[in-house]
């Protein structure tokens, strides 16, 4: 059975002041060998492109091509929220889908996906107030990762029954990417802010 496979094996964690490539690769041969397993056995890489720290989603991308073009594996990468967007495990959601990752202060990276997971749009950085106005007449749910628009929602008195936070993907869900990714890494790029797929979102005036 399938489903029965899919599982993880090993899981290493490094946080952003380890995340240069120094430490990367050490620790990725030591997962492999405590897995028992081998470059050989890895049919796909998959890398998160985005948005994020500059210098850790530049390291991880470097890192996710280099052991793909040494042992000729295929590499793909997709954003933090397609990742949300694809391995989310919600059975009672329908409809459009926004995911929201913080940033900083009341800023948080924005976007939007179709019912059935498709992306309407690339990233866009928004702040709190700008992400109401958006989905104030929206029936989309709404996922963020932790719950700072939360608590930006309390202290402004605003409910949302629509909005799920603490958000975390199941070990169990990751399995779903290595389907769904497409996107081969020598047309992906790292979807950061200061690259042009990431537009400062400016509220219009309505009397313009």
């Known amino acids: ?61 470097a890192v996710a091509k280099s052991i793909s073009l040494v042992n000729d594996i295929n590499a793909y990468g997709l954003t933090q929220h397609e990742l949300i967007a694809q391995t989310l495990q919600c059975p009672s959601i329908e409809g459009d889908l926004v995911v929201i990752i913080h940033s ?12 059935n997971i498709q992306k309407k749009q690339d990233p866009i950085l928004l702040n709190a107030a700008d992400i109401i106005d958006k989905i104030e007449f929206s029936n989309a749910n709404i996922i963020e990762t932790g719950n700072e628009f939360l608590n930006y929602l309390i202290k402004k008195n605003i409910a949302l029954n629509n909005l799920q936070s603490n958000y975390l993907i199941p070990d169990s869900s990751l399995s779903k990417i290595c389907a769904t990714a497409s996107d081969d890494f020598s047309k992906i790029d790292a979807k950061y802010i200061k690259t042009p797929n990431f537009v400062k979102y400016t509220k ?3 009397y313009e």
Request: a negative charge; proline letters at 3%; hydrophobic letters at 30%.
């Open 104 to 115: 900083s202060n009341d800023d948080f990276y924005y976007q939007e996906f179709e019912s």
């Open 204 to 206: 219009k005036d309505i």
């Open 1 to 61: 059975d399938q489903k029965k496979n899919q599982k993880t094996i090993e899981k290493i964690r490094l946080d952003h002041g380890e995340m240069i490539s120094e430490n990367v690769i050490p620790a990725l041969e030591s997962l492999l060998d405590n897995s028992a397993y081998c470059y050989s056995d890895i049919e796909k890489i998959i890398c998160i492109t985005g948005p994020g720290n500059y210098t850790s989603i530049r390291t991880g991308i």
